[in-house]
């Protein structure tokens, strides 16, 4: 919306699937979608990029009685991790393939916490931004500490169709005004606040 307003371009929301939204790119129903890393796109040179939104970054959660064996990175060796299917971890993916950290994939973030509440997993890793929704939407439970430290982090852009009809150069230059004049960190802030 504020990208809109700033460039005075027209957008329109169409409600897809992250799974789908690479098709319905290619069909031309849509021509955009942000908080992505180009780096998990197979064919990232097939589109137009934004400048970067911001820097996502990935935290830490366990049960308050674990706290002190979950303390870095190499502490989850061995262990359960539950992720969101659709999140991208370049620090953590590697630890993922080769079975160091067994990650268990969900949905919802929700899911992770009743898995961590029941013990099925030993921690969740998810993004500031998802875990301050969550927090602002539920009571989470007093149970659990979030970790203040950065356990991965990765720039979020946008990707759009080469040939929509908007200049991407328009886009670029409201991003950075809205950059600029701190609307997109106060955006994140809203939720970040919350952890």
């Known amino acids: 919306d504020a990208v809109s307003q700033q460039s005075g ?11 789908n939204y ?82 268990i994939v969900n949905k919802k973030l929700e899911n992770g916490f009743n898995q961590l509440r029941f013990g099925v997993v030993d921690a969740i890793i998810d993004t500031k931004l998802s875990v301050g929704h969550c927090m602002k939407k539920k009571n989470i439970d007093q149970k659990f500490v979030i970790s203040t430290k950065t356990i991965d982090q990765q720039d979020l852009y946008c990707k759009f169709r080469k040939n929509m009809d908007v200049p991407l150069q328009k886009i670029n230059t409201a991003l950075q005004q809205l950059k600029d004049k701190g609307v997109i960190e106060g955006i994140i802030n809203k939720y970040k606040a919350a952890l």
């Open 9 to 19: 371009v027209s957008m329109k929301y169409v409600l897809i699937s992250k799974r």
């Open 22 to 103: 690479a098709q319905a790119m290619q069909e031309g129903k849509i021509d955009g979608v942000c908080l992505i890393n180009p780096d998990e796109e197979l064919s990232s040179q097939s589109y137009s990029w934004s400048l970067p939104l911001y820097t996502q970054e990935d935290v830490l959660i366990v049960r308050k009685d674990e706290e002190k064996y979950f303390d870095r990175l190499n502490t989850l060796f061995g262990h359960k991790v539950a992720t969101i299917d659709t999140h991208f971890h370049p620090k953590l993916d590697p630890y993922f393939q080769n079975n160091q950290i067994e990650r």
